[in-house]
């Protein structure tokens, strides 16, 4: 297993994991179509755009930092 595809794997897990109370983000209604944080909420804490975590996740970025 390479090391984009275990990070891919490492943040979905974790992402998965989290509730949006328990990071204190609001919630609009009962039904989400993932369990866990949604990737926009995750990117937004962590202070990224949206579509660099996506590329995160899906193995397509080559110089991630290791913060």
């Given at each position: 297993?390479d090391?984009?595809?275990?990070?891919?794997?490492?943040?979905?897990?974790?992402?998965?994991?989290?509730?949006?109370?328990?990071?204190?983000?609001?919630?609009?209604?009962?039904?989400?179509?993932?369990?866990?944080?949604?990737?926009?909420?995750?990117?937004?804490?962590?202070?990224?755009?949206a579509?660099?975590?996506?590329?995160?996740?899906?193995?397509?970025?080559?110089?991630?930092?290791?913060?």
């Amino acid at each position: 297993m390479d090391a984009k595809r275990q990070l891919g794997e490492f943040l979905q897990t974790r992402r998965s994991q989290l509730r949006p109370q328990d990071v204190g983000l609001s919630t609009y209604g009962d039904r989400r179509r993932v369990p866990g944080l949604r990737r926009e909420e995750l990117a937004l804490l962590a202070g990224v755009s949206a579509s660099y975590y996506s590329r995160l996740e899906q193995g397509q970025s080559s110089n991630a930092s290791p913060e």
